[in-house]
């Protein structure tokens, strides 16, 4: 499966962007999905995790309340709603993916067989 993400750009402090991302099979029926970035000085975290099979989600201390993680009707398209971005939401956003779709470790470790690209995300002061 491969993923595309699409909507990073640059915005000050406060805006807000969309992410999407989509497969290159028809929908993520039955999968473990989640957004993860990598910013400046880290390593790769966590962001937001949306399991299909059952709806969860999951969120990082760091976001929780200003991003949302969702998918449409079809779950043909993942989507991370970001709102009111500061600075430190600096960083290449990925998707990633997981056929096994209560794979807990997508969340917990960040593992997944399938990952995007990334999108540059950048949030000026």
């Known amino acids: 499966v491969q993923l595309v993400e699409v909507g990073g750009g640059s915005v000050q402090a406060g805006g807000s962007l969309r992410l999407s991302c989509t497969p290159s099979?028809?929908?993520?029926?039955?999968?473990?999905t989640g957004w993860f970035r990598e910013t400046p000085g880290k390593e790769r975290e966590r962001v937001a995790a949306l399991f299909m099979v059952d709806g969860r989600t999951f969120y990082a201390d760091s976001v929780l309340g200003r991003f949302t993680i969702s998918t449409d009707n079809a779950k043909t398209t993942l989507y991370l709603q970001m709102n009111t971005l500061k600075p430190e939401d600096t960083g290449i956003y990925y998707c990633?993916?997981?056929?096994?779709?209560?794979?807990?470790?997508?969340?917990?470790?960040?593992?997944?067989?399938?990952w995007g690209r990334g999108t540059q995300v950048t949030v000026y002061p």
């Open positions: 990633a993916a997981d056929r096994r779709g209560y794979r807990i470790e997508l969340w917990e470790k960040s593992r997944a067989d399938h």
């Open positions: 099979e028809s929908s993520f029926h039955g999968f473990a």
